[in-house]
């Protein structure tokens, strides 16, 4: 990727989370498996990440906006799949369960984690960790995700160790508010 590139892709990244903020989201039921099924095929096409096992468990829907859970779930499970790929035997594997007033999917793998110095600032817009270097990327996938997350009352953490692989874990509110 060119340097002209990268910068293509940051100020396209930047109007996208522009976006995200000024427009009204639509609330309404979001078949999160087929979402997920549609990603998962998607990456793997472009990507090639056909030796990587995707293990797809429970899949409640969630109450939000189609187009910004499909954004949402793609740069976690699209995170996922690049960090994991050059593992041995890459695994990916995405759950999801109910409780009360939200909805709360983890996306596992086993790649190659994130630094404990990193956990502060995964979601700082233009963030890199500090061992993602040989991959490509631009820093503006985990922001967006946060953002959307906010936009639906929700939140994201993560927990990873550096070579252990990573856990993220996207809230979603079972209703708008």
């Not at 998607?42 to 096992?53: L, R, V």
């Not at 990873?160 to 979603?172: D, H, I, P």
């Amino acid at each position: 990727m060119t340097s002209v590139d990268k910068m293509t892709e940051m100020i396209s990244g930047v109007n996208q989370l522009t976006r995200i903020n000024k427009n009204e989201i639509t609330f309404k039921e979001v078949d999160v498996s087929k979402l997920i099924k549609d990603i998962v095929s998607d990456h793997t096409i472009a990507h090639e990440y056909y030796k990587t096992k995707i293990v797809i468990g429970n899949t409640p829907q969630i109450f939000g906006d189609h187009h910004l859970i499909y954004h949402c779930f793609s740069n976690i499970i699209g995170n996922a799949l690049k960090y994991s790929s050059k593992a041995s035997n890459p695994r990916v594997e995405i759950t999801g369960f109910q409780k009360d007033t939200y909805t709360c999917y983890k996306i596992l793998d086993n790649g190659i984690g994130i630094p404990p110095e990193d956990h502060a600032h995964i979601f700082d817009l233009f963030n890199r960790c500090q061992n993602a270097g040989e991959f490509e990327g631009s820093g503006i996938g985990l922001p967006i995700v946060q953002t959307i997350l906010e936009k639906h009352k929700g939140y994201a953490w993560c927990i990873s160790n550096l070579g252990e692989g990573t856990a993220f874990y996207l809230v979603f509110q079972n209703t708008p508010s």
